[in-house]
């Protein structure tokens, strides 16, 4: 069926279209239903015969894939759709003007909103390049794609994160479950974190700032506020500097005292921030102001101290600090017998906060955790707004809790042993009715979801 056959019909059918789903349908399990999915979502009729990402909703496809580049964000301030690069392969008839992922996700926000009895709709983003190289929000990394997402979507979003154990496809209708596939490393960073040499900062406004080390020169910060919950909701992300052993003092009003060590020498420098309202640090320049190693810090009731162990034996020394703007002016230096600050534990009130590494199960023993007074060993990560896909042949930690399952359409043992242990499974490139498996996927993503064939398997699709 071509795009713009029976168009005089479309209106007026559509509405029964996104509700005509047969009773036992809807009101089995969420991962026993099976909805009409598409392959390459944006490529319509340039790539297959798909028709325009309005056309496929309007028709009951309730998975769209679009892939996903972020090599362009410093210029578009955006991701970009695309196949190869940003702009290949897509199809422009009937769909935005532009490659930029924002305007893509808007068709299905407001079709979404449109449609409040519509079955669920899964909006996937194979990502095609590797987001974990983008130092900041605003250069394009999780943070921002979260952000992205939670604004294209609104409280149709449905985060992976309040995902119900009973949902029904009745239960979910009206929403939007956004899925991550695509690169592996991004995919498991999403998930989790890692690192080394832990520290972390709470101030009396519940403010959390964590800092740690790569291992390999990179110095990363997490900023988040502690919850009614004992949570800690970490919302930015970032790189800052290049050293070790960090540690980090944050005072009720924001501001921001960090420390470290060169990574290669026994230097130590320091560099001031100030936290914002959305969780941002405004960093000002690194300066060096002694030689040692392990230094820490923390605010003082007339300015900041500063305690480090000599790089030459076991004795510490101490400065004192007046801050200044994004200066600190260093006086009093002079050996100590106080032993350094806990870099890796932080107090306000009955709050606590302390930070680790370790393994979460399979994942790394370099997995950044945290606990607080009131909950224990939970991960510092991003918000699980967006759910993670587990491919064959992924490590096990992407496995881990995983709801959504793919492969290619041909992997059919894998397809049906992963339908049969309860999860939501798509099979891409579905583009034969002797690739149907038994049970079969739940999306079955194909390129021509309009021939005979293909709507013959899913005529109990829900809609």
């Given amino acids: 069926m071509h795009r713009f056959a029976l168009a005089a019909l479309v209106a007026a059918t559509s509405a029964a279209l996104v509700t005509a789903v047969p009773a036992s349908a809807a009101a089995q399990p969420f991962p026993s239903t099976t909805f009409l999915a598409t392959h390459n979502s944006y490529s319509g009729d340039v790539d297959g015969a798909k028709g325009a990402i309005g056309y496929q909703l309007d028709h009951g496809v309730r998975f769209v894939e679009f892939d996903v580049h972020d090599n362009g964000y410093a210029t578009a301030h955006d991701y970009g759709v695309g196949h190869g690069s940003p702009g290949d392969l897509v199809d422009h008839d009937g769909n935005p003007a532009s490659n930029n992922l924002r305007d893509w996700l808007d068709v299905v926000g407001s079709w979404s909103a449109a449609h409040p009895t519509a079955a669920p709709i899964v909006l996937m983003l194979d990502l095609k390049d590797d987001l974990t190289d983008n130092p900041s929000f605003a250069d394009g990394n999780l943070a921002a794609l979260n952000a992205e997402l939670q604004s294209a979507f609104g409280t149709r979003l449905l985060p992976a994160s309040e995902y ?10 009206g929403k939007v479950l956004t899925l991550l596939s695509g690169d592996s490393g991004t995919r498991a960073a999403y998930r989790r974190d890692v690192g080394q040499h832990p520290a972390v900062a709470l101030n009396g406004r519940g403010q959390v700032v964590e800092v740690h080390d790569s291992g390999a020169g990179a110095l990363w910060y997490w900023t988040g506020s502690y919850g009614a919950d004992g949570r800690v909701s970490w919302t930015r992300h970032g790189r800052y500097d290049s050293g070790r052993t960090p540690a980090i003092a944050l005072d009720d009003s924001g501001r921001i005292v960090e420390v470290h060590q060169s990574q290669n020498a026994a230097t130590l420098w320091y560099r001031t921030g100030r936290l914002g309202a959305d969780g941002e640090i405004t960093w000002a320049a690194s300066h060096q102001y002694d030689n040692g190693v392990l230094p820490t810090v923390a605010f003082t009731g007339d300015g900041v101290r500063e305690i480090h162990r000599s790089a030459a ?15 600190v002016t260093w006086t009093g230096n002079a050996e100590t017998t106080d032993p350094r600050y806990d870099r890796s534990s932080a107090t306000s009130g009955s709050r606590r906060v302390s930070v680790t590494t370790g393994a979460d199960g399979p994942t790394p023993a370099e997995t950044v955790r945290y606990s607080t007074d009131r909950v224990s060993g939970d ?9 993670d896909e587990y491919q064959k042949g992924d490590p096990a930690e992407l496995q881990q809790d995983a709801l959504f399952y793919g492969a290619p359409a041909s992997e059919s043992a ?17 583009d034969s009715a002797s690739l149907a498996t038994d049970p079969p996927a739940n999306y079955a993503a194909t390129n021509h979801p309009w021939d005979d064939w293909y709507q013959d398997l899913t005529r109990t699709a829900a809609r």
């Fill in 379 to 387: 991960r510092v990560r991003y918000p699980q707004v967006a759910f």
């Fill in 164 to 173: 119900p154990a009973d949902a029904t496809t009745d239960s979910l209708r």
């Fill in 313 to 327: 034996n076991e004795q510490n020394w101490q400065w004192h600090g007046s801050l200044d703007g994004d200066t």
């Fill in 414 to 430: 894998f397809l049906v042993s992963a339908r049969q242990s309860g999860h939501l499974v798509r099979g891409w490139d579905f």
